[in-house]
């Protein structure tokens, strides 16, 4: 535990005081704010809850695409410039160093997501939201983030790259979204199997709306743990090579 | 310290080290000879548990590393051929970093930072950037990270890669100054290097241990009874011939002629040095220099790596 926390502190030290950590941030804090003004405050007028919803719908969807840009580096980036033989040769199981770096990214997704709250704050204090509604919302985008980080992160202990880490990750995050395009052609039961691990179209919908349901919570939770296991797994097969 | 049997290791289909047998007892400083893909830098990495052996048996205090990897990590100090730096770090905090990470408690750490930064001379670079650092202070940063928790065993794979003359000789006196504390394995394809710096060689071609020992073993094992140097004013024609008159000198060849000087080498049994300098001199030759040519290092492991397979590639021997 003590090795997990100390290369989640290094690594969220190098996103701080790196520029790719500030560039994500404020490309996700600029997009997530011109497609809030764009798609959710245009148009008829909405009640608060809508509003309120599209911002977590927007946000979720931001939230997927930069966690592929922010795990990218995690394993990968070590790999390019040869610093990863530094915790392999550690006292360090493969299993801390995968969650330790997990850890960084969600600590970093996460300050990035708290500094939307002006936007919830704004429709909370001209409209008419509950906090709880507020409350599921964030808790939907931070399960959400965690999952995807997971997957990029495995795409990060993949590849020998960034770049390669970015693409394995996106495709992976691509074929979890569209599954749920799979579950709408396919007989049973396999349509409810792809319907059921869509990343996006049955379990995000409901911590829009503000309902947190337990089988929302084990699915994110499970693939964030099946992310890491799997990225664990593939850090322990590189040492046989 | 290190008892390694059977050693095997596979890329793949392809084998880069296959059946290694050696053992390194506590203290020795310990030089990996080889040339580029002999195998060294992989043989380092299964000896600092980075990789783990295909086949084979390698314990390191008595440890296992298949079976106890994490306890043998504890044990060693590992550089390898990069050193594994964090440019946006300070000096002090990475070796911190890497102090606790390598179980170093944390009321120990300062201490510990400190010892191995006197130990690698960076103690006036704590506060830099390592990014800012010259590839000298660097490579010094990459043996401070190895040594920081205080390791029984070193491994540093090429330390002087990259380094300048004048870098080179300071970190082969500070490796000498770690001699006792640490029993040290330095791999290098520079001869003079390890030489100057190692108790004893292993010599490594194609993945297999080719030979083993000090250096005047080897030579004694490569070059029999040796041979013996001589500088003279004159030709070499008349040097050759009044050294044929002394028993026991045999088989002579001329190394260089030019402006009147002839440099020359006689295979000679035991020491004839004075009985070839005294029938030189006494037959009007001007001796300038007599010396014992045994077999150096350099020609021990151009024997040994000989190999219809492999080609030397330019630049890798100094």
Known sequence: MRSTLLIARRELGAYLRSMTGYVIAALVLAIDGVFFQAFVMSGADKLSSQVLSGFFEIAGGVTMVSSVFISMRLLAEERQTGTLVLLTSSPVRDSEIVVGKFLSALVFMAMITVATVYIPALIFVNGKVSFGHMAAGYVGLLLLGSASLAVGTLGSALARTQVLAAIFSGCMMAALVVCWMLGRVTERPFSDVFATIALWQKHFPPFQAGQIHLRDVFFYLALTYLGLFAATRVMEARRWR | ????????????????????????????????????????????????????????????????????????????????????????????????????????????????????????????????????????????????????????????????????????????????????????????????????????????????????????????????????????????????????????????????????????????????????????????????????GAARLESIFLQLTKDKDTRLPSGGLQ
Do not use: W
Not at chain 2, 32 to 37: I, Y
Not at chain 2, 177 to 199: F, M, V
Not at chain 2, 255 to 282: H, I, K, M, W
């Open chain 2, 1 to 292: 310290m290190i008892e390694v049997k059977g050693l095997t290791k596979y890329y793949g289909e392809h084998a880069a080290i296959s059946d290694l047998d050696f053992s390194i007892s506590s203290g020795e400083v310990i030089g990996f000879l080889g040339l580029n893909g002999a195998g060294k830098s992989t043989t380092l990495k299964v000896l600092g548990c980075v990789l783990l052996p295909t086949a084979g048996v390698v314990t390191v205090d008595g440890i296992d590393i298949a079976r106890d990897p994490h306890e043998v990590r504890r044990r060693i100090g590992f550089l390898p051929d990069t050193p594994p730096l964090y440019n946006e770090m300070t000096v002090g905090r990475y070796l911190a970093f890497v102090a606790q990470l390598r179980g170093v408690p944390a009321g120990e750490t300062a201490q510990a930072v400190a010892e191995a930064e006197r130990k690698t001379a960076t103690t006036e670079k704590h506060d830099e950037l390592i990014a800012s650092l010259s590839h000298g202070y660097r490579q010094r940063v990459g043996v401070a990270q190895a040594l920081v928790h205080r390791p029984k065993l070193l491994i540093l794979d090429e330390p002087t890669s990259g380094l300048d003359p004048v870098q080179i000789v300071e970190m082969r006196s500070m490796i000498r100054a770690l001699r006792g504390a640490h029993t040290i394995l330095l791999s290098s394809h520079i001869l003079s290097e390890i030489s100057q710096t190692c108790d004893r060689l292993l010599v490594i071609q194609n993945g297999k241990i080719v030979a083993q020992g000090t250096e005047q073993e080897l030579a004694r094992d490569m070059g029999g009874g040796g041979t013996i140097e001589v500088e003279v004013l004159g030709t070499a024609a008349r040097a050759i011939e009044i050294a044929r008159s002394v028993e026991g000198v045999g088989v002579a060849r001329v190394l260089s002629e030019s402006d009147g000087v002839a440099t020359l080498s006689f295979a000679a049994g035991p020491d004839l040095r004075p009985r070839l300098a005294r029938a030189l001199v006494q037959n009007g030759v001007d001796l300038l220099r007599i010396d014992r």
